[in-house]
C-alpha cells in the first residue's frame, strides 16, 4: 500500500512570505503528526491531529498552524516565514493516536527561506 | 531541557559484530519508548519499541533494553551488517501524548565491512 506521501518535496521561499506544506497519510490511518527537523534542534513535535481535531501541540509560535480534513489529509501553514524556519518538515501517520504502535513517516519536504 | 539524550554522535563497528545504541531519558513520566533509522533524505522508519512496563523486546536482529531505575535505554543490533549504517534515533512518549515524541539528537550509525 501507498506509504505517507508529502509534496512538495523541496520549497524555496522568501522572507515574509507564507507557506503551505501538504501531507497525504497512510489509507486508513487517522492520525496525522508534523514534526521540524533541523541541524541544531533536531526531530521536534509540531503538532498532532486525530478526526480533523488538533490533539496536540508543540511549543511552536502562532505562525506555525495546521488542520485536517475529513478524509484525514492534513496541511501545515507557516505564515511570515524566517530563516530560522529552514528546515526539512516531516508528516507522520497512524492508525491511531497511540505511540505503541510507531508512526509511519513520509519523506519529508525541505523548505529553504532565502 | 532535553527530555531524550542520545550523548554519542556516532558509532562504528566491524560487519557481523554487535551495535550498542544507547539513549537516556530525564522524564519517569514517558510510557512508551521507541527506535527509529533514518537515511539521508527519507522520513525516520520504525524500527521497534518498548513498553514502560517491559524491560525487553526483541525483533529479529534488534533488541531494546530498558533500564527504568536507569532512565537509560538501549538498542542492540546483531549482527550489524552494512545496510545499517544510518542515523538512528530514540523517541520517548508519555501518558496521554499519543503521537507527540519527543526524539533524541540521534546516533549515526557506520557498519564497516
Known amino acids: 500500500k501507498a506509504g505517507v506521501t508529502q509534496t512538495p518535496r523541496y520549497l524555496i521561499k522568501t522572507r515574509g512570505q507564507q507557506v503551505t506544506l501538504s501531507c497525504s497519510p497512510i489509507s486508513g490511518h487517522r492520525s496525522v503528526s508534523w514534526y521540524q527537523q533541523t541541524p541544531g534542534q533536531g526531530l521536534q513535535f509540531l503538532f498532532e491531529y486525530f478526526s480533523e481535531t488538533q490533539r496536540n501541540k508543540g511549543n511552536f509560535p502562532g505562525r506555525f498552524s495546521g488542520r485536517q480534513f475529513s478524509n484525514s489529509r492534513s496541511e501545515m501553514n507557516v505564515s511570515t516565514l524566517e530563516l530560522g524556519d529552514s528546515a526539512l518538515y516531516l508528516c507522520?501517520?497512524?492508525?491511531?493516536?497511540?505511540?505503541?504502535?510507531?508512526?509511519?513517516f513520509g519523506s519529508g519536504t525541505r523548505l529553504t527561506v532565502v | 531541557d532535553q527530555q531524550v539524550k542520545q550523548n554519542s554522535p556516532s558509532l562504528s563497528v566491524q560487519e557481523g559484530r554487535i551495535s550498542i545504541l544507547n539513549c537516556d531519558y530525564t522524564?519517569?513520566?514517558?510510557?512508551?519508548f521507541l527506535w527509529y533509522k533514518k537515511y539521508p533524505a527519507e522520513g525516520p522508519t520504525f524500527l521497534i519499541s518498548i513498553s514502560s512496563i517491559k524491560d525487553k523486546n526483541e525483533d529479529g536482529r534488534f533488541t531494546v533494553f530498558l533500564n527504568k531505575s536507569a532512565k537509560h535505554l538501549s538498542l542492540h543490533i546483531v549482527p550489524s551488517q552494512p545496510g545499517d549504517s544510518a542515523v538512528y534515533f530514540c523517541?520517548?512518549?508519555?501518558?496521554?501524548?499519543?503521537?507527540?515524541?519527543?526524539f533524541g539528537q540521534g546516533t549515526e550509525l557506520s557498519v564497516k565491512p
Open positions: 507522520a501517520s497512524s492508525l491511531e493516536v497511540f505511540a505503541g504502535y510507531g508512526y509511519t
Open positions: 523517541a520517548a512518549s508519555g501518558a496521554n501524548q499519543g503521537g507527540k515524541l519527543i
Open positions: 522524564n519517569s513520566m514517558f510510557d512508551y
